[in-house]
């Protein structure tokens, strides 16, 4: 039976340039004009079939992106009015005009399910959170088999409702009249960033069974803390994925403004080091311990040493695991809301920690059963409370006492997506391509020193004091000494061997990408 549930949402934005596509969408096209000519329709002008050739081309990448990352994936979309219409999901504020055409796209969905092209399963009207589901089927995929289309001939365009705004209920909303936020520049430089990521081949060079065993981790994800953390969700892994949103947050330019959307960011952070910038190997880095930085630039004081090891709190072989759980306690402290600043109320604190082993029927616990479990695991690795490293971290940072419990991620996340937007752009001047993740980026190596210097430099220009850039060196394989590991060509030719057989994934998205854009940058 099939399970409608292991689904994503369909993505307006979809599209494609490339001549493959738009010869399935006229093949398509040219059998739904019959098919109209058949129930007595009159003809569609030449405008109307322009429009129904684009509707046409985001269907097919839809389903063939989903199909590529698994055959069993559902594409979700709404056939409700609502969000057809102004401050619905389909709806691009910018143009004030809706991205589909809800008579043109359900007309076309109809058809392609009438045909066989695809499956398609109606949802009841009025059944709330529920949306109809789709999937392509045989017929369609042999046609996009025979026209040779795969995941690199799938575009995002960057034209359209890449700059969102969300209300406290995380609804997009109409953006706001605000006279102090360029809108148009944002647009401009956000498209420049999503053109040049959209030419870049973007690759993950893992092994085969590495790749699927991810692919099921990130399916089984709902409760992910490194993603609540990151202030996001797993996606599914579709390559395709290579444009950036900007997304505010409650109903206004000054609160949120992150970049969403990179396939790169729903990775597991252990994966990030296997990313491939145009077949080269990459380099992450990041701002440390950032938001303090951010609150003590407020105050003119500077902050401690690391604002995530508090005095006292040592734990030997666990330092590394508790200063993490402190990383996400002080993020607790000065993102709640103002009615959590009593300590009696502080019980709904969860540490970022889950026990071990996992109780049975964990994943289908409920919030609060959850929070005391990882509460208790706390008490019985540290034998003190959550509530005390709380406690002790709002003394240790007495100078920003005043942003505790006062929301401020609100518009910490603006300065820091500015910060973000500026060293993207900056990179790009160089002609290089990064890929963000909130507060760290991904360069190929060799340009980590020029991201160094311009983090360095941007924060300080929009923060007004000197930041901190960090990296994990850990990562790179050293011998007992600590020296890099020499490599002989007889190794090298060996390793070659095994990796185009058990990363033949990894070499086919490559040649792909080659087939449809030409040669990568380091061709």
């Known amino acids: 039976m099939a399970d409608l549930t292991y689904s994503r949402r369909n993505n307006p934005r979809l599209t494609s340039n490339f001549e493959n596509v738009g010869a399935v969408a006229k093949v398509l096209l040219d ?12 003809k569609a002008s030449e405008g109307e079939k322009e429009d129904y050739h684009r509707h046409l081309v985001n269907i097919i990448c839809d389903l063939y ?3 590529i990352e698994n055959p069993d994936r559902y594409v979700g979309y709404s056939r409700g009015k609502e969000n057809f219409n102004q401050g619905g999901s389909y709806w691009d504020h910018l143009n004030d005009c809706s991205l589909l055409s809800q008579r043109k796209f359900l007309e076309l969905i109809d058809f392609l399910k009438a045909e066989l092209y695809i499956e398609d399963h109606t949802a009841k009207a009025g059944r709330n959170r529920i949306s109809s589901r789709m999937k392509a089927k045989e017929y369609l995929l042999n046609l996009l088999f025979e026209m040779e289309v795969n995941w690199a001939s799938i575009q995002t365009d960057t034209n359209t409702g890449a700059i969102v705004v969300k209300d406290e209920n995380k609804k997009t909303i109409a953006p706001p009249d605000d006279p102090d936020f360029e809108y148009t520049r944002a ?37 992910d803390d490194e993603l609540v953390e990151l202030g996001s969700k797993r996606e599914p892994l579709e390559f395709q994925n290579r444009s950036l949103r900007r997304i505010f947050a409650q109903g206004s330019f000054n609160s949120g403004g992150r970049f969403y959307g990179g396939w790169w960011q729903g990775l597991p952070s252990e994966y990030r080091k296997h990313i491939e910038i145009e077949g080269l190997i990459t380099r992450e880095m990041d701002y440390a311990t950032i938001q303090p930085r951010i609150l003590y630039s407020r105050v003119n004081t500077e902050p401690p040493e690391d604002s995530y090891v508090i005095p006292g709190w040592s734990l030997q072989g666990w330092d590394k695991e508790l200063r993490n759980i402190a990383k996400k306690a002080f993020n607790q402290l000065i993102n709640s809301r103002e009615g959590a600043k009593e300590e009696n109320q502080w019980h709904g604190f969860a540490p970022y920690l889950d026990p071990d082993p996992l109780p049975e029927g964990w994943a289908n616990m409920s919030k609060n059963k959850r929070t005391k479990l990882r509460r208790d695991e706390f008490l019985k690795r540290t034998d003190r409370d959550y509530s005390d490293l709380l406690r002790d971290l709002k003394e240790m940072h007495k100078p920003i006492d005043d942003y505790f419990f006062s929301q401020a991620w609100t518009w910490m996340q603006r300065i820091d997506s500015n910060i973000a937007e500026r060293v993207m752009l900056k990179l790009l001047d160089q002609q290089i391509t990064s890929l963000p993740i909130h507060d760290s980026f991904i360069v190929r190596r060799g340009a980590e020193g020029l991201l160094d210097e311009i983090m360095n430099e941007t924060f300080e220009e929009i923060v007004g004091t000197k930041g901190k850039v960090d990296w994990d060196e850990t990562i790179y394989d050293t011998d007992e000494k600590g020296r890099k590991p020499l490599i002989i060509a007889a190794d090298v030719y060996g390793e070659l061997g095994s990796h185009m057989i058990e990363s033949s994934g990894y070499h086919l998205r490559e040649a792909e990408w080659r087939k449809v854009h030409g040669p990568c940058g380091y061709e």
């Open 31 to 42: 059998e739904y004009e019959k098919n109209r000519k058949k129930r007595g329709k009159r």
């Open 65 to 67: 992106a989903a199909w």
């Open 187 to 223: 647009e401009k430089n956000l498209q420049r960033i999503n053109e040049n990521l959209q030419s870049s081949l973007l690759n993950l060079n893992i092994s085969d069974h590495e790749f699927e065993s991810l692919k099921i981790r990130l399916r089984n994800s709902e409760d």
